[in-house]
């Protein structure tokens, strides 16, 4: 590194008092962070034991550590103190926060209230018991049935599963828990709901309204004095339309814009503008856009003033049955940790706090650190920063660029980097910022100075890039510094359906693109061919001294998001085009074959008698059996009514069977069985590892296409049964592998000469001779803005307003003030994350777009792209898509039909590639089906929590037992209900303690019914079983003339001579209305069975709720 500046000398003899570092992209701030230190114990202003340092990566800890102990080796000969500062670098406090934090709370475990032997829970642990703690708080609501809990379930549940509001709650409690005080963050979610804080809430509305009309009113202000000064008259009117539309809505208040949902105002401008006009017309149209955007949005949240109050308490309601299952959550959770004595990585934050709320143990740890030092402070949350602050006294060493902060989805503040630098400001404290650049050539460092300087304004942002934070050349490269830096253009074209005459020279190509309707590619040819030209090339390499050429591992490309659709085909697409990649695109191991089948040879060691998982594994190198052997093991064990099921088969034939099948089959119950055995004394992991080597699946995989990839996958599976040290047994892992997630990612590998394609998070603090930073045109992510919950700093958390009435959410106008925080949020977070992928470059800068024109708006106003960033006087290279997409067909096409155009052939060719098969849908249709599966085919009505005993809870089991004593119930002999209850417990059919949960009263009221009543001296088959052939348009609703085989079991069939009659049992809240609209699909299936089986007309179709004690009819 060059001489150092004034700015890191500055830093480096900094001595007493906190210093707050401000540093730029390739500053250099680990050096001076380094530099410091060392100076401080090589000057014995410290020691080695009392420092703190503390960064966010064990690999910059390490890194951090290796320096310092360099520096001192090199220092310590001869030097008696620095040589026992040497000794004691391997035990200094440089680590990972909660590195500091574990150690601290083993040190002090008394006052943290928690035993020193205490085990870190890894992120798999966590999970499972949080999802066990969850579980377990909303079965005991189902006990309990508050009103409150009821209507919590009824908002957050669909598809008749509680799986939603399981997942709701736990976002929900992680978020709390990164709070300082989860306590305190859920009362301040509730003093929201006051009329105090809903008039605050509403002001803020409504100036956060009249402030982006403001902004809106500004620029067209100035496209107007444009047109005005040019004499555009037809302009000049339109826009002053715009801003009287603008202005009126904003002088009516937010109410206002009740009407303007649909707002829309006609294009009016002259033809052929240029230059300054044609500026201005950008601008205009998209403060139109704006305009719209945000008439809509507001529109979204607010009603009239009294039905948004009364949303607003309604809400209330709701957001405190979440809070006290929040809270019974917490009390399961941190009971489970205790019991397994585990603490979770936001444990040990909490817990240190804890431990220096004790005036002797805080006075103990300042003691002990003379200097504390803090790396990528901009990264910080609420509760590291009180820690901090609570460990430091005026001897914090904070370095940071506020500008890199890009891990808000994690918690991070920065804001916090924001207000500490003001307040130290103020304050007369030590700030310095660093803004050389020692990373980047002259081109990098002007490209990124230019857009910055252009978006990062004290309007826009919060502060002047240019003024405070532009790059400057650290002088690195000598006269070799002038790099490359383009923004490059892939313009795409919308090619419509147009009949032309055709050539004497008949062309292929030319009639594929004509027969397109619109293509939209993207630009991987346009990268494939900057990856191309850039290996032509070579680059200055600092550490030699010297010109290297390009190679493909030294290029990356930086993309906004990692699994996306866009990221996958670009992956493919040079793959395609033979471009080596190395990328971070995760794959689910549960989604392949090889994971499948240990999945499924663990499911029936847990449970034989499941069909698919045992076929599977029968199939597979572990029992080796053909589809043959299968079919013979199932065709000569089907009875003739065709219930049975393969596992039922394969348990008759390993009886009875005779033959070679026979045998095999018999050696495999065996080995199966072995197994069973084992997993009673061993876990999964040693099983599936014991499995794998019995059955050489290693070389299975081995011998096969891609098989390295397949064993690791097959090893990261593996590895998934074991946690924190365990080996899980194999019903535990099982449940894991059930609930599936992130925990089974894993991420594709490649060569380590291959171009590198990451996202911008995975490339900060990283650099490469050539970046390549691609998709600048796609929209910014607003995923968070529709969460059924939003989540909240400030705020807290806000739920919609349910109306259980009529079945539908409504926003609030809280939601809406939180959505317009995550958009100004949003935008400086992307504009930040921006800022890191133009700065990981040395020597060579490329940034792609594809677009059918240049589309930069030259304002700010509705920005939701990267693009919206880059300024338009960067010169633009453009590549056209007609430059690759001919050439690359022609590659693969070197000669086409030449001559006449032979009609004939033409024909041919169009009838053979515009064939549909007339019998699609029928390939589409299942064999069998069972009713149920028909409709959950169908998007369901959401249900109430006990509609269906599956819910859970003291209801459903009601449900359960009244559904049981209508089924016995003897008809004939009119007997009542408390008869037969005594009769059905005196057979065995109910327990006693079934008898005591039983409703009598509701039971004798559903038993009175008229369908009920008139079933005397009619044939009473119960729980009816039926497999039918039924018309598919019936069942599915296809277009089709098939039929299909519909199984059922219906609850009551009542006969006569001539007709039939059917009954169906439910137990729910739900009106006639809405059970009518849920079973009729249900009912009438049963009825055509009916019909087709006994060849007699079903005269009724009746649902009766025991609830209610009503009978509906389905006509």
Known sequence: MPELKKEQQDV????????????????????????????????????????????????????????????????????????????????????????????????????????????????AKSETLLSESVDEAVREGYKNKTKEFLSLCDAFSARRTDAELKETIKSVYRFAESEKDPEEYY????????????????????????????????????????????????????????????????????????????????????????????????????????????????ARHVSDKNEDLKRFYSAKETSLAMIDLLKNVGKRYAAAKRDENL???????????????????????????????????????????????????????????????????????????????????????????????????????????????????????????????????????????????????????????????????????????????????????????????????????????????????????????????????????????????????????????????????????????????????MKSPVGGFTEEELAEIVLNYVDGGGKKGFAEAY???????????????KRFDEYIKNLRFQADFVGAKALLERAISDCGLESFYLASQGGADKLVRVKRFISLAEQGGRD?????????????????????????????????????????????????????????DYAEVLLDRDYGFAVKCYDYENRVSKETVLRGVIKNGFAKKRVKEELRLFYVALTRARYSTHLVFAADKDGRKNEFVGANR?????????????????????????????????????EKTEQTFRKNFTYVYPYAVDCTLPLKSTVTDVLNRETPVRTEYYDEAEKGGTDAEKGIIAHKILQYLDYDKSESVEEAIKRLISTGVLTEDEAKDVDTTRLERAASLSSLKNLSGKKLSREKSFIALLPAKLVFGVDSKEDVLVQGVIDLLAETDEYAEIIDYKYSVKSKAALKETYRKQLDLYAAAVEKITGKKVISKTLVNVYAGEEVKID
């Open 187 to 298: 009362r301040k979610c509730l003093e929201n709901y006051s009329e105090e804080g809903f008039a605050r809430i509403l002001t803020e509305y409504e100036n956060t309204y009249a402030e982006e009309l403001t902004r809106v009113i500004n620029v067209l202000s100035a496209a107007l004095n444009t047109f005005a000064a040019e004499g555009f008259k037809k302009s000049e009117d339109y826009v002053k339309s715009l801003i009287a539309d603008a202005t009126a809505a904003k002088d009516g208040g937010v109410y206002a814009v009740k009407g303007l949902e649909e707002y829309n105002s006609v294009l009016s401008f002259e033809r052929g503008l240029k230059g300054n006009a044609l500026a201005a017309k950008e601008k205009a149209v998209a403060c139109r856009d704006e305009l719209k955007s945000i008439f809509k949005r507001y």
């Open 728 to 784: 899980l047994s194999v019903r535990e892992f099982l449940t894991n592998v059930r609930r599936g997630g992130k925990a089974f990612e894993i991420v594709s590998g490649g060569t380590e000469n291959a171009v590198k394609v990451m996202t911008i998070h995975a490339s900060k603090g990283l650099e490469f001779p050539v970046t390549i930073v691609c998709g600048l045109e796609k929209k910014m992510n607003s995923e968070e």
């Open 343 to 617: 603490l979770d990585f936001s444990d040990l934050e909490h817990f240190v706090l804890k431990a220096l709320s004790d005036e002797s143990v805080l006075n103990s740890v300042r003691t002990k650190y003379s200097y504390v030092f803090v790396d990528e402070y901009q990264d910080i949350n609420g509760v590291q920063e009180a820690i901090l602050s609570a460990v430091s006294c005026d001897n914090l060493f904070m370095v940071g660029d506020v500008k890199q902060s890009i891990y808000g989805f994690r918690g991070c503040r920065p804001e916090i980097f924001t207000a500490k630098k003001a307040k130290m400001e103020s304050g007369n404290e030590k700030t310095v910022s660093l803004n050389y650049n020692f990373r980047s050539s002259e081109a990098v460092i002007n490209f990124a100075n230019k857009v910055f300087s252009y978006s990062m304004t004290k309007d826009f942002y919060g502060e002047s890039y240019a003024d405070t934070a532009a790059l400057v050349s650290g002088g690195i490269y000598g006269v070799n510094a002038a790099g490359r830096a383009k923004l490059h253009l892939y313009e795409k074209s919308k090619r419509k359906r147009v009949e032309k005459e055709t050539p004497r020279v008949y062309d292929i190509l030319q009639e594929i693109n004509a027969a397109t309707e619109e293509n939209e590619p993207d630009a991987f040819a346009l990268i494939a061919k900057i990856i191309e030209d850039e290996l032509k090339e070579s680059y200055y390499d600092v550490k030699t001294d010297a010109y290297k050429p390009v190679t493909f591992g030294d290029v990356a490309i930086l993309t906004r998001n990692k699994n996306n659709a866009y990221v996958q085909k670009l992956v493919a697409g040079l793959k395609k085009r033979g471009v080596p990649v190395t990328s971070e695109v995760s794959e689910n191991v549960l989604d392949f074959p090889e994971t499948i089948l240990l999945a499924d040879l663990l499911e029936i060691i847990d449970n034989f008698k499941q069909d698919v998982p045992l076929s599977v594994v």
């Open 12 to 123: 480096i003899m900094h001595e007493k008092g906190n210093i707050l570092v401000s540093a730029s992209a390739g500053s250099g701030k680990t050096f001076v962070m380094i530099e410091r230190l060392i100076r401080l114990i090589t000057d014995r202003k410290a020691t080695v034991n009392g420092v703190l340092c503390v960064t966010f990566t064990e690999a910059a800890a390490a890194d951090m550590k290796q320096k310092l102990k360099k520096a001192l080796s090199e220092r310590a000969e001869g030097d008696e103190y620095l040589s026992e500062q040497l000794l004691n670098a391997d035990g200094a406090d440089i680590c990972t926060l909660h590195a500091f934090c574990s150690r601290l709370i083993r040190t002090y475990f008394f006052a943290a209230g928690v035993s020193p032997d205490f085990s870190i829970a890894d992120a």
């Open 651 to 665: 348990s008759c034939f390993l009886e009875n069977g005779a033959g070679a099948t026979a045998e095999k089959l």
């Open 866 to 902: 990267f693009l919206d960033y880059v300024p338009s006087d960067i010169p633009l290279e453009v590549s056209s898509e007609s430059d690759f997409t001919s050439a690359e067909v022609r590659r693969g096409v070197r000669k086409v039909l030449i001559g006449r155009t032979d």
